[in-house]
Every structure is written in C-alpha cells, then in structure tokens.
C-alpha cells in the first residue's frame, strides 16, 4: 500500500511541473485509458441509485461469492493472454470436469445414479483426477501451439470442439442417457458449498476461501518463480527470451497446462456449487474470463498483466451482470452487453500500446 502511494505522490508532482498544452494531453490521455473503469463505476453507482438493494450486505456477498467461482478460470486464462494467445476451450474443460466429477461423487443412494455399481469416490482422488483432466488437456494446447507453432486461437478451438464431443459422449454412458448429472453426496456439496462463516446471517461458501487460496499461489508463481519471469519474458519477446536463455517452448506449454488446471479446479467446483450439470455448464465461460482479464489490464499485446488486475477485472464484470439482473435487463441483451465490454476494453489496450510504441 505505501508503494501505490509513493507511486500516486511521484506521479502527482511529476504532473505539476507539466506546461499547460501537456497538463491537458495528460489529463485526457488518463481519461481515455481508464475510460472503462469510469463507466462502469458510473454504471455501479447509477443501478445503485435505481435499486437501493443492489449492495445490499446478501448481494456484495452473492457477488463475491460469484466471482470466487469464476476467479481460478479468468486466472487460467490470463497466462495465456499474456503470451499473446488466449483459450478458447475453457468453458468446454470446465463442463467436462464437473460432469466427470458430479458422476463419481453422486450420492450411494441416489435413483437416477450415472454408475450405479459404483460407490462415492473419496472427494480428493477426484479432486486430483480432476486436475489431471484439466492438465491433460492444458498440455495438448500448449504442444500444439509451441512445437508447431500453430496460433493459440486456432488450436484452442479445435481442442474445445473435441472436449465437447468427449462431453457429449460421456453423458451418454451407462444408464444417463445425456440427461444432467445430479444427487450429489452431502459431503461434496458441504465441502465446496457449505459456508463455515457467516455475515450479517448470510453464510460465505467454502470455495471463497479456496479461491483466495488459489490466487495466493497463483500471485507467487507469477512474481516469485523463475516460471513466471520466463512467461512474461516470453510474452514480451519470444526471441529474445531463447536468445537469453529460456526454454521458449517449455514455458508455453507450462503456461497452457497451469490454465488447465486452473480450470480443472473451476470445474470441480462449479460442478457441487451448482449442484446440476450438463452439456451446458460451462458454456462461455471463457468469454467472461477474456472480458474480465482484459479489463484488469492484461494485454493481448503480451507480457503485461498482473493478479491484482484480474481480480479487479472479474469483480468489475461480476457487479455489472448482478447489477443489470437487478435492473431486469433480458438475459440475452447482457450477451450484447458482455460483447460490447470486450471490444471497447480491446480497443483502450490497442490504443496504450500504440501511444507507448
């Protein structure tokens, strides 16, 4: 905190001793780059306006629970975005994951139970399988990209049409049919959505806590491990990251299996936070991870980003889309809405970048 102050003071009085043609230029360059900042503060406070509940104490805690289950993918896939890549199979791994996991830890005594010969898996061997899955996958996207030197865009989008598939036939094994997967086992659900601390008399789900957990580490293997030196330097240039010595290809497909797990450990817990999973679960989940990581100032451009940024970034989004639900704004209009966040905060990094080349 002393050092954001520091910061704040040095930038200050580096802008007094500014003529007035630059004080301006400044100003409206600070304008433009924290333009989407400013909106959707403006937006926060005028939603508040209309509808006094929208931060109320049971909904801040609604959206901090929801943004701690959406924070472990937008931190996947920010590894990626910061290697000028990005992943578009995020979503399809996040519904495998929590079919897979929902399937092996239904409750013994459930009627319509996936396999019926079957008993309830302990929670941490498919805790673990589900990591496993995630990185599976993460490794195949990260080969693709760095030993053929295939664009994340293109091998990501073949990857999240084969997860689906598998998906797709997964559901159809034994006596499910394709139907959603439900009747979880009560110590599965209590694990991750079980609250052991309330506030206000509204209790905190189990996976906030995992979540800050998880970006705890994830803050340390960015800014702490060689790794994550070797990722942003690989992000910023490739070749000269090689001709200084990292192992351009092995950070890549490092990168891409950390996102797999990540997301594999977002499906784990999507799949008892919600409690029914099926073809549909997870569906665009990677577009409000692009649009919140884009917002919190990770740029397409490479090796810009930071863990603080993308939790701002998945906050932000999160307040927005619970704010127009409190406005009643159509389910599908907020597709548009989303669209429109993605493109205009694209657009404000394009332009930082080109102002600073």
């Known amino acids: 905190m002393a050092k954001l102050f520091s910061g704040v003071t040095r930038q200050y009085n580096d802008f007094k001793q500014l003529n007035s043609q630059d ?15 400013i909106f959707m503060v403006i937006a926060i406070i005028a939603i508040q306006i209309i509808s006094p509940k929208f ?3 049971s909904s801040i805690i609604n959206i901090v629970s929801l943004s701690a289950a959406n924070l472990p993918i937008a931190l996947g896939i920010a ?6 890549g990005t992943d578009l199979s995020a979503g399809r791994i996040v519904g495998l994951v929590a079919c897979v996991s929902a399937s092996l830890l239904q409750a013994s005594g459930y009627a319509n139970k996936m396999f019926v010969d079957l ?3 302990p929670i941490f061997v498919v805790l673990l399988l589900a990591i496993a899955i995630g990185a599976i996958v993460g490794f195949v996207n990260g ?6 030197s295939l664009h994340p865009f293109i091998v990501t989008l073949a990857t999240q049409l084969i997860v689906y598939g598998i998906l797709l036939m997964y559901l159809m094994i034994g006596t499910n049919n394709g139907q959603s997967i439900s009747g979880l086992d009560a110590g599965y659900t209590g694990f991750i959505a079980g609250a052991a601390i309330s506030i206000g008399g509204k209790g905190i789900p189990n996976f906030v806590w995992y979540a800050v957990l998880i970006t705890i580490i994830m803050w340390f293997i960015w800014n702490k491990t060689k790794f994550g030196k070797n990722m942003f330097a690989v992000g910023s240039n490739p070749e000269a990251a090689n001709v200084s010595g990292v192992n351009v ?13 990540m997301y594999g450990l977002t499906g784990f817990v999507e799949s008892a936070r919600i409690g029914s999973n099926s073809a549909a679960t997870g ?21 810009i980003g930071k863990i603080r940024g993308v939790i701002i970034g998945v906050v932000l989004l999160r307040i927005i889309f619970v704010g127009l639900t409190f406005l009643s704004i159509d389910a599908n209009m907020q597709y548009v809405i989303k669209g429109l966040i993605i493109l205009v905060a694209c657009a404000v990094d394009m332009r930082k970048y080109l102002v600073r080349k």
Request: with cysteine; hydrophobic share 50%.
């Open 143 to 148: 080969f693709c990209v760095s030993k053929f």
């Open 119 to 121: 008993d309830t898996l």
């Open 79 to 84: 590894g990626c975005i910061i290697l000028t």
């Open 55 to 57: 931060l109320s104490s």
């Open 283 to 303: 569906l665009n989940y990677e577009l409000d991870a692009i649009a919140a990581c884009v917002i919190g100032g990770v740029s397409f451009v490479g090796g």
């Open 23 to 37: 004080k301006k230029t400044f100003l409206k360059e600070l304008l433009i780059n924290n333009s989407l900042y």
């Open 249 to 261: 290809s092995r950070t890549i497909i490092m990168v891409f299996v950390l996102a797999g797990i």
